[in-house]
Each structure stands twice: as structure tokens, then as C-alpha cells.
């Protein structure tokens, strides 16, 4: 059976298990101008709106209320706009990330200091499911990652590398199926992340992409 995002607990403090409006709360107090300096984004002290890239599309979100909007772009769908987990994971970093350069590599979830952590759920919700759903449908993968502006990079059968957030590279990689074994993937992370992410950042990280790749194919397919 497939986990739920809910099994992550990832709503809540790992440690006291405090819901959504926590973070919000959090938000509220934080300085933005403090947010934007460690992040090394801009931040409009006249309007009150920090300026961050996910997923390769610029969003303004408002200080204190976090109200989300994008800059006009032709990708059709904005996770930060219609997606609570990537809001979660978006407002998470702006209150505890820092701004960190990769050396280059890039590492499975299970090589990160805690990648025994949700593991199994990584794997399932993530890995499997995003051969599932692409190991035999490599020319959608593809039209998806050219209209997101992902980079092809040399790994697999069909793999790309998207930003998620600046400077926090991930790789998707396909290895497509035959008669004898069945489409398989991989997905490997920028060594920059325990930076700023914890296991359950991760765990929903994937999930939140792969759901965000299918309401990209629609935009492509209309």
C-alpha cells in the first residue's frame, strides 16, 4: 500500500508534532530582511515580498502572511500557488536554510547523513513511482523536462537535472524497460542539501516534484 504524506508526520514539528500554522506563525515573527540575507534573495522592504525561484518559476511571497504569486512565465502550473506540501517545504527553507553551493556530486537519498531515515517511503512514493510512470513513457519525460527548461544530463536511458531551489540540484534518472526487466529510476540529490533539509524534507521533496511533473504534462498536452 502506498504511504500517504500525512504517514511523514511532515506537517508537524519533528520534535513537538506542531501543525501547519506553526510555520506560518513562525513566518510571521521571522525578519524577512534576516530570511533574505542568509538565502541571499531579494526582498522588497516596500511591499513586503521575498523573491524566490522553485522549480525555475520566480514567486514573490508576502511578509507576514505568506501569500504566494508568481512572475508571469509559460510553464501553466505553479506548485507554490496549488500544492500545501511545497508551501510547507518552501516556507521550512525560507525559516532554516542557507544559502550553500554544491561541490559538483550529486548522492542518493540513502548516501545522505540520515538516508535510512523514511528510506522504504523514499523509495516507494518516489523512486518506484516515478519509473512507474516514465519508464515506458520516455518521450512525455522528456517533453515535460524541455518545457520546465531542465537540463539533459548523461546518466541512464533519458536523465535531466532540474533546481529546485537556487543552488539545490536534483537528477531524474530513467532506465527504460524490456522483456526481460521492467523500467527502472533513480534520483539523486546536489551534496549541498543536509544543509538545509532534513530526511522528512527529502522524502516529501521527491514526491512533491513527481506530482508536480504531471500537472506539467497536461500543460504540455493542451
Not at 516556507?91 to 540520515?114: C, Q
Request: proline residues 6%.
Amino acid at each position: 500500500m502506498a504511504f500517504s504524506l500525512s504517514d511523514l508526520n511532515y506537517e508537524k514539528d519533528s520534535k513537538e508534532r506542531m501543525p501547519w500554522e506553526h510555520y506560518t506563525q513562525e513566518f510571521a515573527t521571522a525578519d524577512p530582511k534576516e530570511i533574505a540575507s542568509r538565502l541571499s534573495i531579494p526582498y522588497d522592504e516596500e511591499a513586503k515580498k521575498l523573491t524566490l525561484t522553485f522549480l525555475g518559476t520566480q514567486y514573490q511571497i508576502t511578509w507576514p502572511d505568506f501569500e504566494v504569486t508568481h512572475t508571469p512565465d509559460d510553464k501553466g502550473f505553479y506548485p507554490l500557488e496549488n500544492m500545501i506540501y511545497a508551501r510547507i517545504l518552501t516556507i521550512r527553507f525560507l525559516l532554516n536554510g542557507v544559502k550553500s553551493e554544491s561541490s559538483g556530486k550529486f548522492k542518493t537519498y540513502r548516501e545522505m547523513p540520515w538516508g535510512e531515515v523514511y528510506l522504504r517511503q523514499f523509495d516507494g512514493r518516489c523512486i518506484k513511482r516515478l519509473a512507474f510512470s516514465y519508464g515506458n513513457r520516455p518521450g512525455d519525460f522528456r517533453a515535460i523536462m524541455e518545457h520546465i527548461s531542465a537540463i539533459p544530463v548523461k546518466h541512464g536511458d533519458i536523465a535531466y537535472e532540474v533546481e529546485i531551489f537556487p543552488e539545490y540540484k536534483i537528477q531524474m534518472i530513467l532506465w527504460e524497460g524490456d522483456e526481460e526487466f521492467p523500467p527502472s529510476s533513480q534520483i539523486l540529490f546536489s551534496d549541498n542539501f543536509p544543509v538545509s533539509f532534513q530526511a522528512e524534507d527529502m522524502a516529501v521533496m521527491g514526491d512533491v516534484i513527481i506530482g508536480s511533473l504531471k500537472a506539467y504534462l497536461k500543460c504540455v498536452q493542451k
